[in-house]
T-cell receptor, first 111, second 114 residues
Framework: AQSVTQLDSQVPVFEEAPVELRCNYSSSVSVYLFWYVQYPNQGLQLLLKYLSGSTLVESINGFEAEFNKSQTSFHLRKPSVHISDTAEYFCAVNGGFKTIFGAGTRLFVKA | EAQVTQNPRYLITVTGKKLTVTCSQNMNHEYMSWYRQDPGLGLRQIYYSMNVEVTDKGDVPEGYKVSRKEKRNFPLILESPSPNQTSLYFC?????????????FGQGTRLTVV
C-alpha cells in the first residue's frame, strides 16, 4: 500500500523569503513522485515530477524538489517566493495504476 | 487548446435527485478518472477508466457510477445523492495508466446536496 503525508496544512511566509513544503511517502514498491499546484478556483496542474535519474528536479517557475530515498521524502522548496505563488500544493505518489495524493499544503505569501 | 472540460461548475441539488456531471477531454487520452476533494483529506479517487468500456473502482466508489462509452467522455453519475456527497469534484485524464504520466485536471465541479 502507498501513502503520502504532507506535514504542514498551512504555511504562511513573507514575500521573497524561502519556503519548504514537506512531503513524506511510504510504498512497498518503487514510486514516481509528483507535486501539483492548485490556484484558487482552478484544477490541479503539474508543477514537477521525479521519475528516475537526478534526485533534484526543477520547475520552470523556480521551485525544486529533492527525492530522498533513505528518508522517503520529496520536499518542495523555493529560495524566494512571490505573491503569485499563493496556492495549495499537493504531493502525490504513483507505484501502480493509481496516484495517491496528500492532503495538501496551503501556501500563503504575505507582502 | 488541450483541455479537460467539466460541466456544470457549480450545482446545488436535493437529496435523492439523480444527477450527472459530464467530463470531456480533447487529448485522445486513454486513462480518465474522477476525484473528490475534501478539506484535510486531499484528493481521493472515486473511479477510473483505463480505456473505453473499462472502468474500475477507486478508493471511495460508494454512491457513484461511471461509464466510458467513448474515449473522450467519462460522466460521473450520482443516482441518489446524499449530503455526504457534498464536495468538490475533479475529472482528470492521462495519456495512459503508466505510473509516470502526468494527470490533466478539469476546473472542478462544486456540488452541494441539501
Amino acid at each position: 500500500a502507498q501513502s503520502v503525508t504532507q506535514l504542514d496544512s498551512q504555511v504562511p511566509v513573507f514575500e521573497e523569503a524561502p519556503v519548504e513544503l514537506r512531503c513524506n511517502y511510504s510504498s512497498s514498491v518503487s514510486v514516481y513522485l509528483f507535486w501539483y499546484v492548485q490556484y484558487p478556483n482552478q484544477g490541479l496542474q503539474l508543477l514537477l515530477k521525479y521519475l528516475s535519474g537526478s534526485t533534484l528536479v526543477e520547475s520552470i517557475n523556480g521551485f525544486e524538489a529533492e527525492f530522498n530515498k533513505s528518508q522517503t521524502s520529496f520536499h518542495l522548496r523555493k529560495p524566494s517566493v512571490h505573491i503569485s505563488d499563493t496556492a495549495e500544493y499537493f504531493c502525490a505518489v504513483n507505484g501502480g495504476f493509481k496516484t495517491i495524493f496528500g492532503a495538501g499544503t496551503r501556501l500563503f505569501v504575505k507582502a | 487548446e488541450a483541455q479537460v472540460t467539466q460541466n456544470p461548475r457549480y450545482l446545488i441539488t436535493v437529496t435523492g435527485k439523480k444527477l450527472t456531471v459530464t467530463c470531456s477531454q480533447n487529448m485522445n487520452h486513454e486513462y480518465m478518472s474522477w476525484y473528490r476533494q475534501d478539506p484535510g483529506l486531499g484528493l481521493r479517487q472515486i473511479y477510473y477508466s483505463m480505456n473505453v468500456e473499462v472502468t474500475d473502482k477507486g478508493d471511495v466508489p460508494e454512491g457513484y457510477k461511471v461509464s466510458r462509452k467513448e474515449k473522450r467522455n467519462f460522466p460521473l453519475i450520482l443516482e441518489s445523492p446524499s449530503p455526504n456527497q457534498t464536495s468538490l469534484y475533479f475529472c482528470a485524464s492521462s495519456p495512459s495508466g503508466d505510473r509516470g504520466t502526468e494527470a490533466f485536471f478539469g476546473q472542478g465541479t462544486r456540488l452541494t446536496v441539501v
